[in-house]
C-alpha cells in the first residue's frame, strides 16, 4: 500500500474539517510510516494508522483501519486502569463497534496502552480510499467528543496507590466455585482469571462472582483470557477416582519406547512454567518466537519500528524503519541494560549512558531500549492458572501428597520439600492461582477433605432468575426452584443456565423433557417418584 498517497488524501480531508479538532489540529505524515504524527491532548495521544497482517501491535492478522489513543509514558498502567474504570461510561458515549482496550501487559513492547477503534478492510483498494478516510475522520471526531472529559483529571499519584493495593489485595491463591449445576461455575472461573490480570481488588472480585446480579457484570474481557491461553499460562483438569498424584505432580510412565520414563505432572509443569525466567531463557524465547511465530517487527510505543533480521552469533541483526544499514543487538550488552531496568537502576534509554556497556551501544541506545524491556517483560513474574472441574471427585490427599501444605498462601516461595520420585526440591510459586469447581449437589460433597476446606476460600453461585430473559422459562425456574428448596435445600436449585437460551415454546418443552427432567429424577431418586407439583409443572404446555 502507498501510505504516502493515502495519508495525503487524509490530511487533505482532514484540513476541511480542523475545526472539529482542538485548537484546529492537523495532522502530519513522515514519509513511508504506517501512521501520521500523533499528538498528545489531555494527557494521552490521538493518531491514525493502517495496520497490516505483518504486524502484531493490533492483533494477529488483522488487516485494516485504527483509529486510537495511547499512552506510552510512565503512568501507561495507571492511566489506563483509570480510565478501564469507566469503560463502560466511555463505550457508550463513543458509540463505536469493534472498541478494544489493550493493557500494557498485552502489547507487544508492554509500555504502551491503548484504546482503539478498529475496522477490517482491503488497504490496498484504493478505490474505496475516501470511504476509508470518511470513517477513520468521524471516528477520530468522535474519540476528541468523548475522551477529554475522562482523560483531563487522569491522576499521577495514584499509580503508587494502585501498585500497593495490587500486592495488598491478591493475596489469596486458592478459590474453590461451587454452586448447583447450570449457575455459572465454568463460566465465571475464565472472568476470575481475568479480573485479576485486569489488576481488579480481590474484594471487586469476589463481590463480582457471588453477586453474579447482572450478565453484563461479570462478562469481563474475553480477549484477556484468550491471550492468557495463548500464552499457555493456564492449565485445565478434571479430577475423577483414578486421578492420582502421578499424573497431577510427577511418576514413571510409559514412553513411546515401552521405557518407563519420569515425567512432570500438569501443577508441576505449570509451577516451573510460573517462575522467573533467567535472561538466558528469555533471549531463547525471543529468538523462537521470531523464528517460529514470524515475529519480523518490534514497536516501541507507536513512533519507532524495528525490523527484525536475524539471531546469530550473539547478536539480534535488526534494521530501523527507512534505514540501510543493518545494526547489530549484541547479547552481552543488551543483558547489562535488562538487568538494569529489572533493578530500576534505569528507567529509559537515556540511562544507558551510564551503564557499563560498549561505546556503540551507547549510540544505538534507541535500539537496544525497546528490546530490554521487551527482555524485561519475559523476565517478570506473570500470573499463572490450574483450573480443576470437580476438585470433590477426586481422592485430595492421594492426589496432592505433602504439596497440600505448600499450596497455602503463605507457605508459597518460602517452604519446600523433597519429591519422592525425582529427589528433586520444589515450592509452590506465589504467582500460581489454584481455581477449582465444585458440584454442590454431588453426593461426594460430604466427603472433601478437611485438609482442602482449610486451605481455599469457598465462593458460593446462586441461580440468577434475571439472568433468564424468556418470560415462560423465567416462570418455570422460579416455580421449580420454590419447591425443590423446600424439599431438598438450597444447594440443588436449578442454575440459571439451562434455561438463558430459551426463546420460545419448543426450546422450553426440549428443556423440560431433556434437560431439568432427568436431573430432577436423579434428585429424587432415592424416593418412589417425583412431587407431584414438580411433575405437573413438566407436562405444563406440553
Known sequence: MNYNNYFKKLIEKNEIKKNKFPNEKVFIHANGKYHLNAFTYENVKYNFVISSKRSIAYGDDFEG???????DNDYCESYFNQL?????????????????????????????????????????DNSRWDEYIDWQINTMIKFLDVMPKYTRDLNKSRIMNMNKDKDKDNKIKNIILYGAP????????????SMIEDGKSQKEIFDTITDNTTDKKVEQDNEIFQNIKDDKRVEFVTFHQSYSYEDFIEGFRPNEDGKIKLEDGVLKNIADKARSMSFDEAYKLLESKHKSENLTELYFGSDIKINII???????????ENAKDKQYIKQNDLEIIVKSLLNKEITEQNGIQNL?????TKVLKHLYFPFAKQ???????QNFYIVIDEINRGNISKIFGELITLIEEDKRDVYEVTLPYSKK??????????????????????????????????????????LVKDADAKKLMK?????????????????????MKIEDNEDLKFVKEYKIKPLLEEYFYSEDKMPEEISALLKENN
Open 182 to 193: 447450570g449457575v455459572g461455575k465454568t463460566h465465571n472461573y475464565q472472568n476470575i482469571i
Open 84 to 124: 478501564k474504570e469507566n469503560q463502560n461510561s466511555i463505550e457508550k458515549d463513543l458509540n463505536i463497534e469493534n472498541i478494544v482496550w489493550q493493557s500494557p501487559r498485552n502489547t507487544f513492547s508492554g509500555n504502551v496502552s491503548r484504546i482503539f477503534a478498529k475496522h477490517s478492510v482491503d488497504v490496498n
Open 375 to 381: 527482555m524485561q517483560i519475559l523476565m517478570k513474574k
Open 65 to 71: 483501519l485504527i483509529v486510537e489513543i495511547y499512552i
Open 356 to 360: 557499563d556497556v560498549k561505546k556503540d
Open 310 to 320: 536475524d539471531f546469530k552469533d550473539n547478536s539480534i541483526i535488526v534494521r530501523s
Open 479 to 499: 416455580e421449580l426452584n420454590i419447591i425443590i428448596e423446600d424439599k431438598l435445600g438450597e444447594d440443588y436449585m436449578l442454575g440459571h443456565s439451562y434455561f
Open 425 to 466: 526440591p520444589f515450592k509452590v510459586p506465589s504467582n500460581l492461582y489454584i481455581i477449582a469447581t465444585m458440584n454442590s449437589t454431588d453426593k461426594s460433597i460430604a466427603t472433601v477433605d478437611i485438609a482442602l476446606r482449610r486451605r481455599f476460600t469457598f465462593l458460593k453461585m446462586k441461580p440468577n432468575l434475571e
